[in-house]
């Protein structure tokens, strides 16, 4: 599975910025997208996710600023990110969580190769 992500880059705080990933490859319907962030020093963490029937998963520091959506048909997931601080510089990894084959029993995590959101004061 490869992870194509796009959409970071340079905005003001209080801006808006639009991060799209398309996956390709071996795809299985079932599975989970999300977008975690990694910021300087930090640890990687989960900024939100969805699964293939919609359930979604938002980080804290997400919630009410951030949505994540996803079009099942072009295997593509979104995240809308909406009055960013610039505690949301990071670069962000977009992440698909499914089986590597038909009858696999485990899931397996797949990383795209991030895309620098930077947020200036």
């Known amino acids: 599975v490869q992870l194509q992500a796009s959409g970071g880059g340079l905005v003001q705080a209080g801006g808006s910025l639009r991060l799209s990933c398309a996956a390709k490859?071996?795809?299985?319907?079932?599975?989970?997208m999300g977008w975690y962030r990694q910021a300087p020093g930090k640890q990687r963490e989960l900024v939100a996710s969805?699964?293939?029937?919609?359930?979604?998963n938002y980080a804290d520091s997400a919630k009410g600023r951030f949505t994540i959506s996803r079009d099942n048909a072009k295997n593509t997931v979104y995240l809308q990110m909406n009055s960013l601080k610039p505690e949301d510089t990071a670069v962000y990894y977009c992440?698909?969580?499914?089986?590597?084959?038909?009858?696999?029993?485990?899931?397996?995590?797949?990383w795209g190769q991030g895309t620098q959101v930077t947020v200036s004061s």
């Open positions: 992440n698909r969580n499914q089986r590597r084959y038909s009858g696999d029993p485990y899931y397996t995590d797949y």
């Open positions: 490859g071996s795809i299985f319907s079932i599975n989970i």
């Open positions: 969805m699964t293939t029937y919609g359930n979604t």
